[in-house]
T-cell receptor, first 115, second 114 residues
């Protein structure tokens, strides 16, 4: 597709369950970012992948959060043992080569609700 | 820590009036600056960006922003508001070294009254 694709668009799950969120970046984009958007915290950086380099995980809020990027393309964000405070919109973005001044292009997000 | 501050969580203007959304950054070195717009249930769409060079940046949908180093500001303007401009607007910055992720302001919700 032409843009960043995220799935599912909505996810409702019970507290304590694990969830996986998927992101398909724009073809050819080497940089991939995950952000979280919540009412109380605004937009927060979670994790950043750039090519084959080690990811920048400095924004992950706890060890229940992890992400991987397979083959330099698709990324999966996993939240284990979900808590109610994990309820938020999770946004993925990608950027092109030489991303120091390349804009990030965002998907429409996954709205996660923890019951 | 470096940050951006958006003054005014809600701004209301009449259709046809000037739109001014304020953003100030805190950085000893001018960073890369961006304005994004978010419509309901959608992701963020880039309006414009400042990297280097011309301090007046033109973006999509008639928006523009001026980088003022002396005031550490990057305010977003549009001469004449349209109903379709109603959305939430985020100012963001990114450093040119180290972490490449965006740091966002808290957002400004723009209402356009008929």
């Amino acid at each position: 597709g032409a843009g960043v694709s995220q799935s599912p668009s909505n996810k409702v799950t019970e507290k304590g369950k694990d969830v996986e969120l998927r992101c398909d970046p724009i073809s050819g984009h080497t940089a991939l970012y995950w952000y979280r958007q919540s009412l109380g915290q605004g937009l927060e950086f979670l994790i950043y992948f750039q090519g084959n380099s080690a990811p920048d995980k400095s924004g992950l809020p706890s060890d229940r959060f992890s992400a991987e990027r397979t083959g330099g393309s698709v990324s999966t964000l996993t939240i284990q043992r979900t808590q109610q405070e994990d309820s938020a919109v999770y946004l993925c973005a990608s950027a092109g080569q030489g991303d120091s001044n390349q804009p990030q292009h965002f998907g429409d997000g996954t709205r996660l609700s923890i019951l | 820590a470096q940050s951006v501050t958006q003054l005014g969580s809600h701004v209301s203007v009449s259709e046809g009036a000037l739109v001014l959304l304020r953003c100030n950054y805190s950085s000893s070195v001018p960073p890369y600056l961006f304005w994004y717009v978010q419509y309901p249930n959608q992701g963020l769409q880039l309006l414009l960006k400042y990297t280097t060079g011309a301090t007046l940046v033109k973006g999509i949908n008639g928006f523009e922003a001026e980088f003022k180093k002396s005031e550490t500001s990057f305010h977003l303007t549009k001469p004449s508001a349209h109903m379709s401009d109603a959305a939430e607007y985020f100012c963001a910055f990114r450093r040119d070294t180290g972490r490449r992720a965006l740091t966002f302001g808290s957002g400004t919700r723009l209402q356009v009254q008929p």
